[in-house]
């Protein structure tokens, strides 16, 4: 490990994430994930326009925005009975108030991003199992 280089634990959206943010500030990384590879489980989650605002920063967001699927309201639904309690209107004009879009995406597409670009970052390094895979 080279002098100065800082430790990542966990290869997951946070972890590449972090590593992303450490590499940008000029430090070299390294990023440890205990299982056998990356990649991450779950469904989808909700990005709001300020996450799009982050993953600029991180030199992602347009590889995001490819991936993720647009909507045009929210709906609030009452979980016992699925009556509508509330709607707030995400479309053009939220987008263009916001600078960014209210969208959502699954959580192994944005991993992949956040993935792709942490193998192609030469200040990053990931390991896994104790070898190095990128």
Do not use: W
């Not at 992602?60 to 929210?74: E, S, T």
């Amino acid at each position: 490990m080279a002098e100065g280089t800082i430790l990542v634990a966990g290869g997951g959206i946070g972890g590449l994430a972090a590593a992303l943010v450490l590499s940008r500030a000029g430090r070299r990384v390294e990023l440890f994930e205990q299982s056998e590879r990356f990649g991450e489980i779950g469904a989808g989650i909700q990005i709001g326009p300020n996450a799009f605002h982050a993953m600029d920063y991180l030199g992602v967001g347009d590889a995001g925005r490819a991936k993720a699927v647009y909507i045009d309201r929210l709906i609030m639904m009452d979980g016992m009975t699925g009556a509508e309690i509330a709607e707030i209107p995400v479309d053009e004009p939220f987008r263009r108030r916001f600078g960014n879009p209210y969208a959502v995406i699954h959580r192994s597409d944005l991993h992949g991003v956040l993935l792709d670009a942490c193998r192609a970052n030469n200040s990053i390094t990931l390991v896994n199992k104790q070898r190095v895979i990128g």
